[in-house]
C-alpha cells in the first residue's frame, strides 16, 4: 500500500506561480512511476503530466506544455509539478497518483484507470 498526500494547492492569479508536492508513504515508492491528474467542477478528471521511476522521461498535456514541469526526488518519496504562466482554465483539483513502471512504460500513463494509488486532492484556483 501506497499512501499520497498533495499540498501546495491555493489561490493564485493569472501568471502566476504554484507548485504542488506529493508525498509517498507506506509501501516502497521504489518501481512506481508518478503522475497529476487534475478535474474541474462538471468535468472529467484529465491528465496533466507523469514522470519515470529515474526522472528520466516525462510527459504533458498539451494544455500545460511549456507551462508545467513535474519532477521527483526519489530519496524523499516527492514528486512535484511546478506550475508557472497559471490561466483560469486551470483552476480544478489536482490529484498525484501512483502506477506501476511497467504500465507506464507500456504507453499506459495518461489513463486514469491504470494508476493504483490517488492521493486525496489539493484545490488550485486561478483567478482572472
Known amino acids: 500500500q501506497v499512501q499520497l498526500v498533495e499540498s501546495g494547492g491555493g489561490l493564485v492569479q493569472t501568471g502566476g506561480s504554484l507548485r504542488l508536492s506529493c508525498a509517498a508513504s507506506?509501501?516502497?515508492?521504489?518501481?512506481?512511476?508518478m503522475g497529476w491528474f487534475r478535474q474541474a467542477p462538471g468535468k472529467e478528471r484529465e491528465f496533466v503530466a507523469a514522470?519515470?521511476?529515474?526522472?528520466?522521461?516525462?510527459y504533458y498535456a498539451d494544455s500545460v506544455k511549456g507551462r508545467f514541469t513535474i519532477s521527483r526526488d526519489n530519496a524523499k518519496n516527492t514528486v512535484y509539478l511546478q506550475m508557472n504562466s497559471l490561466k483560469p482554465e486551470d483552476t480544478a483539483v489536482y490529484y498525484c497518483?501512483?502506477?506501476?513502471?511497467?504500465?507506464?512504460?507500456?504507453?499506459?500513463?495518461?489513463?486514469?484507470?491504470?494508476?493504483?494509488?490517488w492521493g486525496q486532492g489539493t484545490q488550485v484556483t486561478v483567478s482572472s
Open positions: 514522470i519515470g521511476w529515474s526522472a528520466g522521461s516525462t
Open positions: 497518483a501512483a502506477v506501476p513502471n511497467y504500465r507506464y512504460y507500456s504507453g499506459s500513463y495518461g489513463r486514469d484507470q491504470e494508476y493504483d494509488y
Open positions: 507506506g509501501r516502497t515508492f521504489t518501481g512506481y512511476a
